[in-house]
């Protein structure tokens, strides 16, 4: 059977996931733009939402799970470093764009459209990545932050984020196999 909720789409230079959450547009936006809902599946930060404002990062994905779990040893040197990154687009409560490491890693757009019954497609596409590499690092962690914010919607609990994320890596190493092409 195939999932009708997902779609993923990669390559060395762009990825592409789309979720459809069980939740009304305007839910799903405030899990992009509020500090404390943003804290529960990706990062914690302020948000001033205007093109030109800025969107604050901070990585606490130790509080991602539910319960205490190591974080792998290649992480924890990233625990508490917080920054902030540019807002490219803002159309509340449907479109939020913002650059990564200030565009060097490329760009981030989220948009939410709604998909009746009171749910929401939201697709997340992150262009002008430098490589494999990149897709590989940076699909591994859209693709498990994706799957708590669906959990955390749906009122679910998430057992242990950093085995979502191993799975999620190897999903995208599946997907980007070694000497696939690109840049």
Do not use: K
Not at 68 to 80: H, K, Q
Request: hydrophobic fraction near 35%; glycine fraction near 10%.
């Amino acid at each position: 059977m195939t999932d009708t909720r997902h779609t993923d789409q990669a390559t060395p230079a762009m990825l592409r996931f789309e979720r459809l959450l069980d939740a009304p547009v305007d839910r799903v936006w405030q899990y992009l733009v509020d500090p404390d809902l943003r804290a529960r599946w990706f990062m914690a930060g302020s948000t001033d939402a205007r093109v030109g404002g800025s969107i604050g990062l901070t990585m606490d994905h130790d509080r991602l799970s539910d319960r205490d779990v190591p974080t792998p040893e290649r992480y924890r040197p990233y625990i508490g470093h917080s920054w902030s990154e540019r807002i490219t687009r803002c159309e509340p409560p449907h479109v939020l764009a913002f650059t990564w490491e200030n565009g060097d890693a490329g760009e981030v757009t989220i948009e939410l459209d709604d998909a009746g019954n009171d749910r929401t497609r939201l697709v997340l596409t992150h262009t002008g990545l430098r490589g494999r590499s990149d897709a590989l690092d940076f699909g591994g962690g859209w693709h498990s932050h994706l799957a708590v914010l669906e959990r955390r919607i749906r009122g679910e609990g998430v057992e242990d984020f950093w085995a979502l994320h191993a799975d999620a890596e190897a999903r995208m190493a599946e997907m980007l196999p070694e000497g696939g092409g690109g840049r």
